[in-house]
């Protein structure tokens, strides 16, 4: 069973423009979720993680769980934000299940 | 400090042939994670040591796929034999310990070419 769905492969927005990236989950335990971003020609890595309750690079991200989702914020995007943006889950056996990804263009 | 460092960076076999990858995790970090990517996919988990300890290879194809952390350090991957459908970056990634607070820290990865 798909525990993570981004809906969005794609996702093009103009610089100074808002960006939401999708991310919902399925699990049934109490998940811990998070978001991992891969900049070009550059390793994985993670970007934030719900239990932190932080803004990272200007990024936040509210676990809804009455929806079922993780949806990555920026106000303002900036062109060093384009990069592929994966959704995680951890579930409560520390296993990892990531999305498919959602590649971001920020259009100068 | 160099990271979770990985090598090759990429292989090129054909198939029925073996391969192995192998990976240094960051000093002191006793989990370590290996992961299969495929193409237009996020990371698929399949297999996760704790020191020298697999506790987690239940997504690990054991007909042809298996792994080692001997000393619970390095740790290497193996595919005997390969077939086609193995072509994809195998990501290596490393974490203090399992625990939430812990960040992983991946690897570059190895991109395997099955022809």
């Known amino acids: 069973a798909q525990r993570v769905t981004q809906p969005e492969k794609l996702l093009s927005v103009f610089k100074g423009a808002p960006v939401e990236l999708k991310c919902n989950y399925s699990?049934?335990?109490?998940?811990?979720l998070f978001w991992y971003v891969q900049y070009s020609r550059q390793r994985l890595q993670l970007l934030l993680r719900?239990?932190s309750r932080e803004s990272i690079k200007g990024f936040t991200a509210d676990l809804n769980k009455g929806e079922t989702s993780f949806h990555l914020k920026k106000p303002f995007a900036q062109e060093e934000d384009s990069a592929m943006y994966y959704c995680?889950?951890?579930?409560?056996?520390?296993?990892?299940?990531f999305g498919t990804g959602t590649s971001l263009t920020v259009i100068p | 400090e160099a990271g979770v460092v990985q090598s090759p960076r990429y292989k090129i076999i054909e198939k029925k042939q073996p391969v192995a990858f192998w990976c240094n995790p960051i000093?002191?970090?006793?989990?370590l994670y290996w992961y299969l990517q495929n193409l237009g996919q996020g990371p698929e988990l399949l297999i996760r040591?704790?020191?020298?300890?697999?506790?987690?290879d239940s997504q690990l194809p054991k007909d042809r796929f298996s792994a080692e952390r001997l000393k619970g350090v390095d740790s290497t991957l193996k595919i005997q034999p390969a077939e086609l459908g193995d072509s994809a970056v195998y990501l290596c990634?490393?974490?203090?310990?399992?625990?939430?607070?812990?960040?992983?820290?991946f690897g570059p990865g190895t991109r395997l070419t099955v022809l």
């Open positions: 990634a490393s974490s203090r310990s399992a625990s939430s607070y812990n960040e992983q820290f």
């Open positions: 699990y049934s335990g109490s998940p811990e």
């Open positions: 719900h239990i």
């Open positions: 995680a889950l951890r579930s409560t056996g520390n296993q990892f299940y």
């Open positions: 000093s002191g970090h006793n989990t």
């Open positions: 040591y704790e020191n020298e300890e697999a506790v987690d």
